[in-house]
């Protein structure tokens, strides 16, 4: 079988093949990017005619109320009178006439200590105290008489007297030993047995009155600019949530303390049912007695920042003619005092303007919304909370 013959290619036949390979590339490139434009072109006008959905908030008008300023503190309830009943003479207990926790009288008997020797011991120095007044009249008579000497008369009287005080002072002791309450209170857990033997000091119990009490707390000294005697003070505690309590400042501090640049202040509240305790967490506010008029809006509105703080008004915007949408423009304010539920503004909005009430933090300058008000939250000026 004959060979068949090869023929190397030539110089041109290279450049050929060369040029039909690039041909082919720019070719496959100029396909792909087209298909690629056309992507792009498809994503840039999606982008054009897409629209970001509106952003659901509720809403609240700016309100125009007349509010009495108020300065609030931490405070702790102290009372009217707290001591510490104790024996100020040694004794053995022979009488217990109270039980622990219970509401005394003033001058009710608490504790009787053991006294017969001082007993019989007034009893001998009475009857020398009523010999030496029968020896002193004996002695005028005669003084009178002219029968005895002006020194007998003396020491007839230095005796009557000191008779008498030696008995006056039994009769003290024997009173020390009777401990009766020094005010109407309650009293504590007592502290001592029947037949205990108490050194002089000796605790007994600690007595309390507790109606009215004294609720003391600090205000920064700006207030003393307003603060008075007499004003009004409203007393609150966690331990009661639904009660209150009303009183007047009473105490003032003469003085600010120089460390925190405070003053120490005291209000009196009526506690008839003694349901304050001494040493009690309360929280005071003290009113002050004019009211002014005030712009407020929800807390919840507010969107604090170390810049400034802001709200978002809700106004309408009109793109197509008969065709009006809602947005949200930004506006820093400046707030105020605030209660409860409710913030003062002083200045950023005016009354009767729309702002958002909730759902504030996910909303831009601009920004598209639609209104809620149906999830609206209750606002209130002293809300309450509610038991589960």
């Known amino acids: 079988m004959a060979a068949v013959s090869q023929q190397p290619l030539t110089r041109g036949s290279k450049r050929r093949v060369w040029v039909i390979a690039v041909i082919a590339l720019l070719a496959i490139v100029v ?19 897409f629209a970001i959905p509106p952003e659901s908030v509720t809403t609240a008008r700016v309100e125009a109320a007349e509010w009495q300023a108020s300065r609030a503190a931490v405070g702790t309830a102290v009372a009217i009178r707290n001591v510490t009943v104790a024996s100020e003479v040694a004794g053995m207990v022979r009488e217990i006439g109270f ?5 005394v009288r003033k001058g009710e008997v608490l504790v009787k200590l053991d006294s017969s020797a001082e ?13 030496a007044r029968a020896q002193l009249h004996r002695q005028r008579s005669l003084r009178e008489a002219n029968a005895s000497s002006p020194a007998d008369l003396d020491a007839a009287e ?19 030993k009777t401990i009766r309450a020094p005010f109407d209170g309650r009293i504590s857990i007592r502290q001592v047995e029947l037949g205990q033997v108490l050194a002089s000091g000796t605790a007994i119990a600690t007595l309390v009155a507790v109606d009215p009490i004294h609720a003391d707390f ?25 009660a209150s309590w009303e009183g007047k400042v009473t105490t003032i501090n003469p003085e600010v303390d120089i460390a925190s640049r ?21 929280n005071v506010e003290v009113l002050s007695p004019e009211k002014r008029s005030i712009l407020i809006i929800p807390a919840t509105s507010v969107l604090y920042a170390p810049y400034g703080d802001s709200v978002f008004a809700v106004e309408e915007k009109k793109d197509d003619p008969g ?3 809602l947005i949200a423009r930004q506006k820093f304010v400046r707030l105020g005092e605030r209660k409860g539920d409710l ?46």
């Open 99 to 103: 039980d622990s926790g219970a509401f």
């Open 262 to 282: 405070n003053v120490r202040v005291r209000a009196t509240f009526s506690n008839p049912d003694g349901r304050l305790r001494p040493g009690m967490f309360v």
């Open 31 to 49: 396909i792909l990017a087209g298909i690629k434009a056309a992507q792009i072109g498809k994503m840039i006008n999606a982008g054009k005619s």
């Open 119 to 131: 007993e019989a011991q007034l009893a001998a120095s009475r009857a020398e105290a009523d010999l």
């Open 158 to 176: 230095a005796r009557a007297k000191q008779a008498a005080a030696n008995a006056a002072a039994l009769e003290a002791t024997i009173a020390k």
């Open 218 to 242: 600090w205000l920064p000294q700006q207030a003393l600019a307003e603060l008075k005697v007499g004003m009004v003070a409203k007393l609150h505690s966690d331990v009661f949530p639904q």
């Open 323 to 325: 065709k009006g949408t």
């Open 343 to 388: 913030v003062e503004v002083i200045s950023g909005v005016a009354k009767g303007e729309t702002i958002v009430s909730s759902g504030a933090f996910k909303l831009r300058n601009n920004a598209s919304v639609v209104v809620k008000n149906e999830l609206a939250p209750k606002v209130e000026v002293a809300p309450k909370p509610v038991d589960q």
